[in-house]
């Protein structure tokens, strides 16, 4: 079935919104339709994120000290800096997005596939009062106000990922970024 313009509109916004940890030296991948076994990911993104501190930091938004795990953190945002040589190491958050416009697409069986460390339901604004009490409480919902605007309504839990689960959705996104190229040039996309 073929996408409506306003999913396609929301599914671009999300290409840019948010990252766990803003930077332009930080890695941040997504891919759409993204296979994970129990159906197909809207919209799929793999980033960096602080899974470990060695020593102590400093949060520039709130001053606070933070020692060890520094991730997931409300007080921090991940806007950590050095302090004495100290260092960190990185891992791959992965979030899913799921995009719904209207309260029957919100009801279908299809297309609730939750995986990753973090997932949204993402909808137009005027959904969320009909839709509300139907969203999980370790889901996420994030509004869509137009024009490329996206706010966040609801955060969601943090859920572990096995790394072997990891390692095949990060695979399975790969496929979709590398066909994309080959299929452009030949002219079918």
């Not at 991940?78 to 040589?85: D, I, L, R, T, Y």
């Not at 960190?88 to 990753?116: Q, R």
């Amino acid at each position: 079935m073929a996408e409506s313009a306003l999913t396609k509109e929301i599914k671009e916004s999300l290409r840019g919104y948010a990252p766990r940890m803003p930077s332009k030296m930080r890695t941040i991948r997504w891919a759409e339709e993204v296979d994970v076994g129990t159906g197909f990911v809207d919209s799929i993104r793999f980033e960096d994120y602080i899974v470990r501190t060695h020593g102590e930091y400093s949060c520039r938004l709130t001053e606070c000290k933070i020692k060890g795990l520094c991730f997931p953190n409300d007080n921090c945002r991940n806007c950590v800096h050095k302090h004495n040589g100290t260092c960190h190491e990185l891992g791959i958050a992965m979030t899913c997005f799921e995009v719904k416009i209207t309260k029957s697409d919100f009801k279908s069986k299809n297309g609730h596939n939750f995986v990753g460390n973090f997932n949204y339901y993402v909808i137009p604004k005027e959904l969320y009062l009909d839709v509300a009490g139907l969203v999980p409480e370790d889901i996420g919902i994030i509004l869509y106000h137009g024009h490329g605007y996206l706010k966040k309504k609801k955060e969601c839990t943090f859920k572990e990922v096995d790394k072997g689960d990891l390692s095949s959705y990060l695979y399975n996104a790969l496929k979709k970024w590398v066909d994309q190229y080959p299929l452009m040039l030949s002219g079918i996309v």
